[in-house]
T-cell receptor, first 116, second 117 residues
């Protein structure tokens, strides 16, 4: 059971380039999330998705685009990368249903992105 | 708006010592969930515990225990007899149970725990 995977794990790009980070989960979870982790800020939500074709902004969405055509995939695109987007990006998923056993978010291994 | 504060940025202890990581939260909701995650040096985020706001019972799992006190809006995490493998960044997080949307997690800034041999 692969769980939740992210690719690439490491990426170096240049300012102005488009970059897409991939996230794939095998649990058929309804909800998926993208966070960025920066020193001193913990994790901040970028975008989330409640289901295929349903996405919404989080705390820090500017400069990012997401899509979700299939339940299992939730790619994050930086349309024109900036140095301030250098960060570690985490994808997460949760069942999203009511009930005690759900709503825990499980995280992927992260992608370390450097924008030069 | 919800907020999570982890005032301890870094803690260093010697192996076998007990250590408590503090977490204070703010929320206007009466129903919410609290979480702890561990981030070891390898970088992944590992889920440790989830608590419902209606359940104030303390929980123990091996060397880990959690103290949830609604009166002080705190959800503290204690590691008993710490080990070097406990060295990690620990995050406390809060999710409000409001209808119609994902239960978004708000994270604290994390506490770096170093356990020295």
């Amino acid at each position: 059971d692969a769980g939740i995977t992210q690719s690439p794990r490491y990426k170096i790009t240049e300012t102005g380039r488009q970059v897409t980070l991939m996230c794939h989960q095998t649990w058929s979870h309804s909800y998926m999330f993208w966070y960025r982790q920066d020193l001193g800020h913990g994790l901040r939500l970028i975008y989330y998705s409640a289901a295929a074709d349903i996405t919404d902004k989080g705390e820090v969405p500017d400069g990012y685009v997401v899509s979700r055509s299939k339940t299992e995939n939730f790619p994050l695109t930086l349309e024109s990368a900036t140095r301030s987007q250098t960060s570690v990006y985490f994808c997460a998923s949760s069942e999203g249903l009511a009930g005690e056993s759900t709503d825990t978010q499980y995280f992927g291994p992260g992608t370390r992105l450097t924008v030069l | 708006a919800q907020k999570v504060t982890q005032a301890q940025t870094e803690i260093s202890v010697v192996e076998k010592e007990d250590v408590t990581l503090d977490c204070v939260y703010e929320t206007r909701d009466t129903t919410y969930y609290l979480f702890w995650y561990k981030q070891p040096p390898s970088g992944e985020l590992v889920f440790l515990i989830r608590r419902n706001s209606f359940d104030e019972q303390n929980e123990i799992s091996g060397r880990y225990s959690w103290n949830f006190q609604k009166s002080t809006s705190s959800f503290n995490f204690t590691i008993t007899a710490s080990q070097v493998v406990d060295s990690a960044v620990y995050f406390c997080a809060l999710s409000e149970a409001w209808a119609g949307s994902a239960r978004q997690l708000t994270f604290g800034s994390g506490t770096q725990l170093t356990v020295l041999p």
